[in-house]
């Protein structure tokens, strides 16, 4: 398009205005009354939908993370270990998971489970590593690596 003068060229606004409100108005579209209809009133409602939904994200993630921690604490309490013991031997084992794995791990495959805390417990002791946040009165079972892992697994393949 041609404009012969610069007063022309001001006022064709049109294009960009139309599809500048129509990205707002898709965003609105699910809201009710004015909000949805009145563009003035749907940019502030959308602007604070965005933000929250910024917002919502970072908390989703923090969420996650205090789901994970808090399904480990209860699996380690179970076997009578602490979650610092837990990710210091896997560490000191070589055994590199996150806490999204090993809250799976505890939820859905329990022996799993049991079998790693297991095998933390006890290379913290060939280590010699005290861990003094370890609880005086034992709430779960007393862990022992051969008795975890090794008999029932050899009993079941000599069947």
């Given at each position: 398009?041609?404009?012969?003068?610069?007063?022309?060229w001001?006022?064709?606004?049109?294009p960009?205005?139309?599809?500048?409100?129509?990205?707002i108005?898709?965003?609105?579209?699910?809201?009710?009354?004015?909000r949805?209809?009145?563009?003035?009133i749907?940019?502030r409602?959308?602007?604070r939908?965005?933000v929250?939904a910024?917002?919502?994200?970072?908390?989703k993630?923090?969420?996650?993370?205090?789901?994970?921690?808090t399904?480990?604490g209860?699996?380690?309490?179970q076997?009578?270990?602490?979650?610092?013991?837990?990710?210091?031997?896997?560490?000191?084992?070589?055994?590199?998971?996150?806490?999204?794995s090993?809250?799976d791990?505890?939820?859905?495959e329990p022996?799993?489970?049991?079998c790693?805390?297991?095998?933390?417990?006890?290379?913290?002791e060939?280590?010699?590593?005290?861990?003094g946040?370890d609880?005086?009165?034992?709430?779960?079972?007393?862990?022992?690596?051969?008795?975890?892992?090794?008999e029932?697994?050899?009993?079941e393949?000599?069947?």
């Open positions: 398009m041609v404009f012969l003068t610069v007063a022309n001001v006022r064709s606004r049109g960009d205005e139309f599809w500048r409100k129509r990205r108005f898709r965003l609105a579209a699910h809201y009710v009354g004015r949805r209809n009145c563009y003035t749907a940019v409602n959308v602007h939908a965005l929250y910024t917002k919502a994200r970072k908390l993630k923090q969420d996650m993370i205090d789901l994970w921690t399904r480990i209860a699996a380690c309490e076997h009578n270990i602490t979650q610092y013991t837990l990710k210091e031997g896997l560490d000191r084992a070589n055994i590199m998971l996150d806490r999204k090993l809250s791990l505890a939820c859905w022996r799993t489970f049991e790693l805390a297991a095998v933390a417990k006890e290379k913290l060939l280590d010699g590593v005290v861990d946040a609880k005086k009165y034992p709430t779960g079972v007393d862990l022992k690596l051969k008795d975890v892992m090794l029932a697994w050899l009993k393949k000599k069947q």
